[in-house]
């Protein structure tokens, strides 16, 4: 909780293997479970690597050397066990350690922007004549949902079957939030989801919309009324994070009031720096 908005995958995945546990979901681990590691010195928690489905990250006292070390040697000894395929942060706590765990089989990383949003500055964007309003999505929208996102869409990574992006709007309904926008035909036009929500911070993803209907807004409004939605359901912050070369993305979430703070990397390991051209393992 010392920088939320850094460690919301973190803490979002707590939350998330509490409640699979208390509600008893069928969430599926090819990873073998959530796991997480801590530095300690006297005593005090000086740095953590965690990690979930394979994706993990970083936390530390900044200049301590003696932690970072500590914490290479996880992330290389997780990442020939197989358990850790893609290293997700910011550039502050991750950049500091990819000098140290060239032995993981590091992949060339993917510098993204990273940006986060205040309530006060949030600016949301009128309706789009000829589309309904963005609404919260159920689990009745799912079949509509894996035809849209089976279209295939810059910067998304891509699963491999029907019942992989069902389980994966499953765990989505149950943890997290998903707004969609439909055309006249009852289509999802653009759809947004939070990837995480804890500790009063949210992080965005999975923003896209049809490529017939791209630049009339669909974006900008479908994610306003996801961000509108979180502050009104507790969230302080809401960042995100998209490759650099996406430019047109910039522009949609400036626009909604997102303010530069600095780099998120996503660095692939292992098994995953293999195959990553393979599953075009980049997220948005």
């Known amino acids: 909780m010392r920088e939320p908005a850094y460690n919301v995958f973190h803490l979002s995945a707590m939350l998330e293997h509490e409640r699979a546990g208390q509600r008893e979901l069928d969430v599926p681990e090819p990873y073998g479970g959530p796991w997480a590691v801590g530095a300690l010195r006297d005593g005090e928690l000086v740095g953590a690597i965690a990690a979930m489905r394979g994706t993990g990250g970083i936390y530390h006292i900044r200049s301590d050397e003696e932690a ?11 990442s020939k066990q197989g358990v850790l395929s893609l290293l997700s942060g910011h ?17 060339p990383p993917d ?10 500055d949030l600016l949301l964007p009128h309706d789009v004549p ?11 929208d799912t ?5 849209f996102y ?8 891509r699963l491999p079957s029907r019942a992989a992006w069902r389980n994966r709007l499953n765990e989505q309904f149950a943890y997290r ?19 995480a929500e804890a500790g ?57 009031g997102f303010r530069d703070a600095g780099h998120w990397l996503l660095v692939p390991l292992g098994l995953g720096a293999a195959f990553a051209p393979l599953f075009n393992l980049r997220m948005q």
Request: hydrophobic residues 45%; proline residues 3%.
């Open 68 to 78: 970072l070390d500590d914490l290479a040697a996880v992330v290389v000894q997780k």
């Open 91 to 107: 550039e502050s706590q991750v950049g500091a350690l990819l000098p140290r765990i060239d032995a993981a089989g590091v992949g």
């Open 111 to 120: 510098y993204c922007y990273f940006q986060t949003l205040q309530p006060h």
């Open 130 to 140: 000829g589309f309904h309003s963005p609404r919260i999505a159920t689990p009745s």
């Open 143 to 147: 079949v509509r949902l894996i035809d």
């Open 150 to 157: 089976e279209l295939g869409f810059y910067s998304l990574a």
């Open 177 to 195: 939030t998903l707004y969609l926008i439909e055309d006249m035909q009852g289509r999802v036009a653009a759809a947004a989801l939070s990837s």
């Open 200 to 256: 009063g911070v949210a992080m965005l993803g999975g923003v896209a919309t049809r490529a017939e209907y791209r630049g009339r807004g669909l974006s900008a409004r479908c994610v306003g009324a996801l961000c509108s939605h979180l502050f009104r359901n507790g969230m302080h912050t809401i960042s995100l994070f998209y490759l650099e070369d996406n430019r047109a993305a910039g522009r949609v979430y400036e626009k909604l």
